[in-house]
Structure formats: C-alpha cells, structure tokens
C-alpha cells in the first residue's frame, strides 16, 4: 500500500504534464472539459472567484427574470464532477515566470507544463468619458451587476409604494448598443410593461435610453439583425439614441459632444472592453483593448497560449471575431486539442475560429437570430432557439455540478 502511495505521487508529480488554466469563464471551463479526460495530463483551475459568472444571462438577472443561482455556479461542485481529479486554486494570479515554468499568485509559486490564459475581459470605461468609471454600471463582474439589480429593484419598489415624491420620472440609460447594451434594454423594458398592472401608472415614468456613437445599433451584425430589433425596441418604447457621443457622467445628467443633455436615474456602461491580461517576463504584444496577439496557434510563446476575450482571435480571412462565450468556448477547444498533439510530437495547423450563428434575446419570449448567415429567424421560435442553445450549455453544467455535490458530501460524510 504504502509503495503504491509513493509510486503515486512519483508517477503525478514527474511523468504527468502539468496543464495550467487561469480563468473559470466560458473559455476556460471549456478548455477543462477538453483536457480532464487525458490520463497523461494533470489539470490546475485559477479563479479568484468561487464561482463561474454566466455572462450571456446578465441581461436577464439584471432586469429580474433571473435569480442569483441562473447565472453564479460553484465551481467546487463542478469540478467534483468530473471522474478525475482538477486541483482548484482560488487565489489571483499576478504574474506567470516563462523562464521557470511558473504561475505565481501571493501565496505560492505553481509549475506548469503547459499554460492556457482565460482571463476574459472587463468594462472598458474609456478614461476620456469623465465620470463614466465612476458613475456608470458595468456587467462583466457578477458584483457590478448585482449592485444594479438591488438598486433597480428598491427604486421599483419605492414607484409601487409611493415613497418618492419627490421624484417624478426614472430614466434609465444604457451606453453602448452592442448585443449586451440592446439585450439589457429589451429585458428591461419587457419587464417593465409586464409589470405594469402592478406598477401603475408610476410606470409610464420609466423610461429607458439606449445611447451610441456609431450611426446603428449592434455595429458589424447584418441588416436583418438590425433592422428587427430596431422594430422591437420600438415596441419596447426604448429609446434609440445613435450618433450620439456622451462626453461626460456626474451623479445624475449624462452629458453629450453636442451640448445635449440627459438627466438619468441610473447608468450602465457596455460601450466597449479592456481585456485582463497577466504580466509574462517574456515580450509580448497587445492591441489597443490589452488583448494578447497571439500567433497563429494562439501562443504567446511555446507552451503558453491565450483564449477568449483576452485575446485576438480571427477567422480564415484574418477578420476579428467578436468576443462572445461562442469564440471563447471555440478557442478553447483548440488549444486544448493542440497541447494533446504537441504532447505526441503532433505539428499544429493555425487557428481560424468562425460564427456559426448569432441571436439577441429582445426581451421575454422574443428573439431575433440567424444561423450561417443563411437561416434568418424571429419572435418566438427564435427564442426557443436560444433557449435551447443557452439551455445545453446550462444543462451540462448543471449535471456536473450535481454529480460534484453528491461526491463532496459523500466525501465529507466518510470522514466524520
């Protein structure tokens, strides 16, 4: 017994690789389910959050529809879950030694064989919008979302209770009319008119103000995408501001390059992103957002790679991707079938991601989606479409974390 301990730990600690994965996002769980199976691979998660944040449900936690647990999973019941053993380190990381082969956080240096950054990307809140970082909601953490929704819910609750009297109207402004900024406003919105009997007439003093530079919403998606949210969002009664640039944010008006101003009640900020990115004392180069510019493996040297939002990722042409828990997820996957096959001595052919497929929830049971640029679909049967592809991937998660939270509490009751 006591040589198969020792003959154990000689076999994990010098003959497996050991494969580091710093970020517990879309990209980085993904990578996981990609590499846990390989008997030859000893896996490291870096989080320094307990949890896995679903991004792409923000929108609805935010306006109500969905509860904490629909968009926070504990990543200690995932990883249980899996039938071998994935080491969880919960502490940040600040910096990655390519020279020893080391992830060093504050408490401890870490080897690695292989590492693959998933450190996603947060709010870009543009330092030359004055104000923005301060007074503006962003959605990328779980924190600054849950912040909004409280607020939110208390202003609600003082309209229905009638203990703001002195406040006649509650304008709610969205920077930034990409897939998050039109999603959070449709929710919204959608929200708002389905509580209307409830609300009263208070509601017709919520209004919500979707705010762009660009001359469009959802700048780089196709015209049919486009144009059937604009009808929706019109239905909504959100107001559509496009060609406009705020200039600055104080605590209550929204002020633009034109001179025009907004008085606003609360403020979310989804104008753009600055990916986080981890100090390498090798050289390495980044664009105007921080993302790595990987090479054509997606490696920033040779066994260290880069996925999802932290980087740039392009397709077969060489145009960017959009970073989205789709590209992210597909990355993933690469990178981790590409340290398989340099583990056999296998040669790498460069990455070229691509979109199957794009759908934008516009609040309730409505959405607009296309599929291969070909498929163009709305209304309700492109919710369920959707909901199906949110719906697999939540799926999926949630078996594993229920198979991880039967083997942690039977573990915990072997040893009492």
């Given at each position: 017994m006591f040589l198969d301990i020792i003959a154990k730990i000689f076999y994990e600690g010098y003959l497996l690789k050991k494969v580091a994965v710093i970020g517990a996002g879309y990209g980085g769980l993904r990578a996981i389910e990609h590499l846990v199976g390989n008997k030859e691979i000893s896996l490291y998660l870096f989080d320094e959050n307990p949890y896995h944040y679903l991004q792409t449900e923000a929108y609805g936690y935010i306006a109500g529809r969905f509860d904490l647990h629909d968009v926070a999973l504990d990543l200690r019941n995932w990883y249980y879950g899996f039938k071998r053993p994935v080491t969880f380190v919960q502490e940040k990381v600040l910096n990655i030694d390519t020279d020893k082969n080391q992830v060093h956080t504050k408490e401890q240096a870490y080897d690695f064989d292989y590492v693959i950054v998933a450190t996603g990307a947060r709010t870009n809140f543009f330092s030359f919008i004055s104000g923005m970082d301060k007074y503006g909601y962003g959605v990328k953490k779980l924190f600054r979302s849950h912040s909004f929704r409280t607020g939110f819910e208390q202003l609600l609750y003082?309209?229905?209770?009638?203990?703001?009297?002195?406040?006649?109207?509650?304008?709610?402004?969205?920077?930034?009319?990409?897939?998050?900024?039109?999603?959070?406003?449709?929710?919204?919105?959608?929200?708002?008119?389905?509580?209307?009997?409830?609300?009263?007439?208070?509601?017709?003093?919520?209004?919500?103000?979707?705010?762009?530079?660009?001359?469009?919403?959802?700048?780089?998606?196709?015209?049919?995408?486009?144009?059937?949210?604009?009808?929706?969002?019109?239905?909504?009664?959100?107001?559509?501001?496009?060609?406009?640039?705020?200039?600055?944010?104080?605590?209550?008006?929204?002020?633009?390059?034109?001179?025009?101003?907004?008085?606003?009640?609360?403020?979310?900020?989804?104008?753009?992103?600055?990916?986080?990115?981890?100090?390498?004392?090798?050289?390495?180069?980044?664009?105007?957002?921080g993302q790595y510019c990987c090479d054509e493996t997606l490696r920033l040297k040779e066994n260290i790679f880069a996925i999802g939002d932290?980087?740039?990722?392009?397709?077969?042409?060489?145009?960017?991707?959009?970073?989205?828990?789709?590209?992210?997820?597909?990355?993933?996957?690469?990178?981790?079938?590409?340290?398989?096959?340099?583990?056999?001595?296998?040669?790498?052919?460069?990455?070229?991601?691509?979109?199957?497929?794009?759908?934008?929830?516009?609040?309730?049971?409505?959405?607009?989606?296309?599929?291969?640029?070909?498929?163009?679909?709305?209304?309700?049967?492109?919710?369920?479409?959707?909901?199906?592809?949110?719906?697999?991937?939540?799926?999926?998660?949630?078996?594993?974390?229920?198979?991880?939270?039967?083997?942690?509490?039977?573990?915990?009751?072997?040893?009492?």
């Open positions: 003082e309209k229905i209770e009638g203990s703001d009297k002195k406040q006649n109207s509650i304008n709610l402004a969205i920077g930034g009319a990409g897939l998050s900024g039109v999603e959070i406003a449709s929710e919204m919105a959608d929200v708002i008119q389905r509580h209307a009997k409830s609300i009263g007439e208070s509601v017709k003093q919520i209004k919500i103000y979707l705010i762009d530079a660009s001359n469009t919403i959802l700048p780089g998606m196709s015209p049919y995408i486009i144009e059937k949210t604009v009808d929706r969002l019109n239905d909504l009664g959100v107001q559509i501001m496009t060609n406009t640039f705020i200039q600055s944010v104080d605590e209550r008006t929204i002020y633009f390059k034109d001179g025009g101003e907004l008085d606003y009640t609360f403020m979310i900020f989804t104008g753009g992103i600055l990916a986080n990115n981890i100090d390498l004392n090798t050289e390495y180069k980044t664009n105007k957002i932290c980087c740039e990722l392009k397709d077969a042409k060489g145009n960017l991707l959009p970073p989205t828990a789709q590209t992210a997820e597909g990355s993933a996957e690469y990178v981790a079938s590409a340290i398989q096959k340099l583990m056999t001595g296998e040669s790498l052919k460069g990455y070229s991601g691509k979109v199957d497929g794009v759908f934008v929830a516009l609040g309730g049971r409505y959405a607009v989606g296309e599929v291969f640029g070909v498929v163009k679909v709305k209304g309700y049967f492109a919710y369920i479409l959707k909901k199906l592809i949110t719906k697999s991937y939540y799926i999926g998660l949630k078996l594993r974390l229920n198979t991880g939270f039967k083997k942690r509490n039977t573990n915990l009751t072997k040893t009492k």
